[in-house]
T-cell receptor, first 110, second 117 residues
């Protein structure tokens, strides 16, 4: 099982501020997926990154896959209270299973 | 938007009893998965399933666990004799196509909360 470390574990910011969540591993992944999970619900897919160095934007969210495909980051610009939630990264090391990080709990205060 | 549906949302079972968790994957998807999340811990892979057979399973997925696709729409996880430590959220996921360079994302249901007493 390949380990994914997410940091920080908790992040609390004021509305309008920017934030970055990191996802790191010593292993190479064929792809990496970011999910958001609300309490009592399943993970909801935000984005998949596949190519080393790839950058994907989803409105105010920017996702980057490291050149070596071992790490990724999620950057949120001008965070809003609606961005509050648990953000999970999950790496695919083969064609079947996902290995999840422990998640970053983001709280955006109004 | 198509979604993975799971039933029941909450299952309470006595230790030692059998339990079946049900999932309806997205209709044109071919690959099916079960994951679990013990309270306060990471989401963990249990098993993947394709073409009516298990593709991969984790060390958690021992002889007490089995999966089945009894018809064209349902995908089930059975735990034969439940233990206290089986208490967790169980998530079903599906993806449309194998591999493809890792481009095929997995879509998750909202889970079944299993409580073993």
């Amino acid at each position: 099982t390949q380990l994914l470390e997410q940091s920080p574990q908790f992040l609390s910011i004021q509305e309008g501020e920017n934030l970055t969540v990191y996802c790191n591993s010593s292993s190479v992944f064929s792809s990496l997926q970011w999910y958001r999970q609300e309490p009592g619900e399943g993970p909801v897919l935000l984005v998949t990154v596949v190519t080393g160095g790839e950058v994907k934007k989803l409105k105010r969210l920017t996702f980057q896959f490291g050149d070596a495909r071992k790490d990724s980051s999620l950057h949120i610009t001008a965070a809003q209270p609606g961005d509050t939630g648990l953000y999970l990264c999950a790496g695919k090391d083969n064609d079947y299973k996902l290995s999840f990080g422990a998640g970053t709990t983001v709280t955006v205060r109004a | 938007e198509p979604e993975v549906t799971q039933t029941p949302s909450h299952q309470v079972t006595q230790m030692g009893q059998e339990v079946i968790l049900r999932c309806v994957p997205i209709s044109n998807h071919l690959y099916f998965y079960w994951y679990r999340q013990i309270l306060g811990q990471k989401v963990e892979f249990l098993v993947s399933f394709y073409n009516n057979e298990i593709s991969e399973k984790s060390e958690i997925f021992d002889d007490q666990f089995s999966v089945e696709r009894p018809d064209g729409s349902n995908f089930t996880l059975k735990i034969r004799s439940t233990k206290l430590e089986d208490s967790a959220m169980y998530f079903c996921a599906s993806s449309p196509r194998y591999g493809g360079g890792g481009n095929q994302p997995q879509h998750f249901g909202d889970g079944t909360r299993l409580s073993i007493l």
